[in-house]
């Protein structure tokens, strides 16, 4: 850190700085991270959604396994919400960038404010509703994927440490409060669409027997 530029007194600050400084450091890594903490990562939590839904409709017992990995999706949109729309105007802590104007921002600075970290908030709903579901390839699939979210979230300079830790532990918390009664209603429903197709592959994976008696009814 060069001298005149004194960072608050507040552990978080001090660990921004530290992240902050490693980026200055790494120029090579600014390409990829500046996309990947954008869009990139959330595009690839999404990808790892439907994975996850695909293989659900070939579980034991399909309805189940399916209504998890609905909720581990929808989950994630409420959880947003919820951090986007009520935690972030509620708390309102200003960007770091505001507080430390000589930190090395590599995305275009916003006024909007900064805990939750909404991107944090996707990902720690991600990883706990596929942990949830019980697709651990998935599941540990979108752990490596959501933690580096999280860290490239401080290291393009856009959020504080204690900004995505509480992001990660509102979209956590929002999927396992919500787990219990989210399930049961989403898999009552998809036991509805069983039987009845051709909507019925949304939740199950048809048999060669059925996709025979299917085509066979359609032709």
């Known amino acids: 850190m060069p ?11 001090h660990w921004y700085m530290d992240v902050n400084n490693f980026a200055v450091h790494t120029p090579w890594a600014h390409g990829f991270m500046s996309f990947y903490a954008h869009f990139g990562a959330i595009g690839i939590l999404m990808v790892l959604l439907l994975w996850a839904w695909w293989r659900a409709r070939s579980a034991e017992v399909p309805s189940r396994a399916v209504a998890t990995v609905l909720w581990a999706a929808g989950g994630t949109v409420v959880a947003w919400i919820i951090s986007h729309y009520i935690l972030k105007p509620l708390v309102a802590r200003p960007r770091p960038y505001f507080a430390m104007p000589y930190a090395e ?57 204690g900004d995505v830790a509480g992001g990660l532990l509102v979209g956590a918390f929002v ?16 036991d509805l669409l069983l039987g009845h197709p051709p909507l019925d592959f949304l939740v ?16």
């Open 204 to 219: 199950a994976k048809r048999t060669k027997h059925q996709a025979e008696q299917l085509r066979a009814s359609s032709g």
């Open 105 to 161: 921002v590599l995305l275009h600075k916003t006024t909007g404010y900064s805990f939750p970290s909404g991107h944090a908030t996707v990902a720690g709903a991600v990883i706990v509703g596929l942990w949830m579901a019980r697709d651990r390839l998935v599941a540990a699939l979108a752990t490596v994927v959501g933690l580096l979210l999280a860290f490239g979230r401080i290291y393009v300079g856009m959020h504080y440490p």
């Open 3 to 13: 001298p005149g530029r004194p960072i608050p007194n507040s552990l978080d600050a």
């Open 175 to 190: 999927i396992l409060v919500l787990f219990k009664p989210a399930v049961a209603l989403l898999e009552w429903f998809d």
